[in-house]
């Protein structure tokens, strides 16, 4: 099963969705899009993750502007600061090491807008 994810914005605005429904989501992305969450565990652990910390932010960012073109809630209002999302898909990658860093990414975003009720 093919598991890219990227630009689940709209899914996002548009309603329920469960965290298994995710995994059977097909779309593109850019950049990244193969990157295993084991290799961002190690390029974090060497210090070698500038971009795809860049990349994963850039990814929650779009999703939040996104979502506020429908009135939805800021998933990034409560968030203290970037460290605090790296740090999640930290966790979560090394607890799936062979997951694609969108899918973690993209599960991040679920999180967060779960905290919001939205």
């Known amino acids: 099963m093919k598991r ?4 689940l914005v709209p899914l996002l605005m548009a309603g329920a ?7 059977d989501i097909v779309v593109n992305v850019v950049g990244f899009q193969h ?3 084991g290799t961002w565990t190690q390029a974090r ?3 070698q993750s500038a971009e795809m910390e860049f990349w994963a932010m850039g990814f929650v960012s779009g999703a939040n502007v996104a979502r506020a073109r429908e009135n939805a809630v800021d998933i990034l209002k409560d968030v203290g600061d970037a460290e605090a999302l790296l740090s999640w898909i930290d966790n979560y990658c090394h607890s799936k090491p062979l997951e694609l860093l ?10 967060l807008r779960g905290r919001t009720h939205q």
């Open 35 to 37: 990157t295993s969450c």
């Open 102 to 111: 969108p899918v973690a990414a993209t599960y991040l975003v679920i999180e």
């Open 4 to 7: 890219t994810i990227a630009a």
């Open 17 to 23: 969705m469960t965290l298994a429904s995710a995994q």
């Open 45 to 47: 652990a060497n210090h």
